[in-house]
Nanobody, 121 residues
């Protein structure tokens, strides 16, 4: 399993970013996918998750939208109205359907290396 995030960077307060996660070396379209973030000194936090074929989405963080393009093996996270406390490393994660935990629990079996998002005041 290989997951590579991109799209992070610095953005002004109130701005938007779209993160991408390109997947390879596993059958992406059959996996559940999730986004997390981790700020310094804080626990990893689940932001959004999407099931196979995008049939269900879980977006408890209401300033984001998760989507997937199975034809391009890519997961997206569109974030809006960003604030300084959104500064963190953002990670995508993959889970096979057999993985028995909630999609926003941090015990995902496969992770990307993360992409840094910094929101400037």
């Amino acid at each position: 399993v290989r997951l590579i995030e991109s799209g992070g960077g610095s953005v002004q307060t109130g701005g938007s970013l779209r993160l991408s996660c390109v997947a390879s070396e596993f059958p992406f379209r059959t996996y559940f996918m999730s986004w997390f973030r981790q700020a310094p000194g804080k626990e990893r936090e689940g932001l959004a998750a999407i099931t196979v074929n995008g049939r269900q989405k879980f977006e408890p963080w209401d300033r984001c939208t998760i989507s997937r393009n199975d034809g391009e093996n890519t997961l997206y996270l569109h974030m809006r109205d960003l604030r300084p406390d959104d500064t963190a490393v953002y990670y995508c994660a993959a889970s096979p359907p057999s993985w028995c935990s909630r999609l926003l629990d941090a015990d995902r079996p496969y992770w990307g290396q993360g992409t840094q998002v910094t929101v400037l005041e």
